[in-house]
T-cell receptor
């Protein structure tokens, strides 16, 4: 079974600074997909960024980028120029065809952004 | 375009009762997935429906069931409620599901409390 581990229950960053959230996963699949989702207090899960395992290039979406280390099974999220609106729970998720593309989530990291 | 709508937003039920939660996907989306979110277990996949058929199922007891109607709206039912069923139930819709090529959009969830 695939597992997704987020070792940082809570993180804090100052506005305009950079923060990195960690995620590791375990899988025997060679073709899979990784995601970072944001869940603000409204509880609605919002896709932040996705990475295909077959792509060597790290995904980037504006201030959000990932560091995908396939051999190490590591998938960290870097948030640059942090904003107050970035405060939320962040979930790392994995999926692959052998699970019917159901999302397998980590336990989440609570990000606090201070002025 | 309206987002994913889940009703009700909050629900309080007594042990032993049954409950039905509703999810209206984004117009045109044919796949609906359900997830349970608890502080202890995190986010767990319940099932996915596509074109009125259950296409994928997570590891939950038979007390958890669902269905999808011809208009793609979905309901999930939990019978003989237990205290441990208290959770946030999230619904996600996507165009076709069963693939990562279309993004899943989440609703704001139904907060179920079993007393």
């Amino acid at each position: 079974a695939q597992t997704v581990t987020q070792s940082q229950p809570e993180m804090s960053v100052q506005e305009a600074e950079t923060v990195t959230l960690s995620c590791t996963y375990d899988t025997s699949e060679s073709d899979y997909y990784l995601f970072w989702y944001k869940q603000p207090p409204s509880r609605q899960m919002i896709l932040v960024i996705r990475q295909e395992a077959y792509k060597q290039q790290n995904a980037t979406e504006n201030r959000f980028s990932v560091n995908f280390q396939k051999a190490a099974k590591s998938f960290s999220l870097k948030i640059s120029d942090s904003q107050l609106g970035d405060a939320a729970m962040y979930f790392c998720a994995y999926t692959a065809s052998n699970s019917g593309y159901a999302l397998n989530f980590g336990k989440g990291t609570s990000l606090l952004v201070t002025p | 375009k309206a987002g994913v709508t889940q009703t009700p937003r909050y629900l309080i039920k007594t042990r032993g009762q049954q409950v039905t939660l509703s999810c209206s996907p984004i117009s045109g989306h044919r796949s609906v997935s359900w997830y349970q979110q608890t502080p202890g277990q995190g986010l767990q996949f319940l099932f996915e429906y596509f074109s009125e058929t259950q296409r994928n199922k997570g590891n939950f007891p038979g007390r958890f069931s669902g269905r999808q109607f011809s208009n793609s709206r979905s309901e999930m039912n939990v019978s003989t409620l237990e205290l441990g069923d208290s959770a946030l139930y999230l619904c996600a819709s996507s165009l076709v599901g069963g693939t990562v090529n279309t993004e899943a959009f989440f609703g704001q969830g139904t907060r179920l409390t079993v007393v």
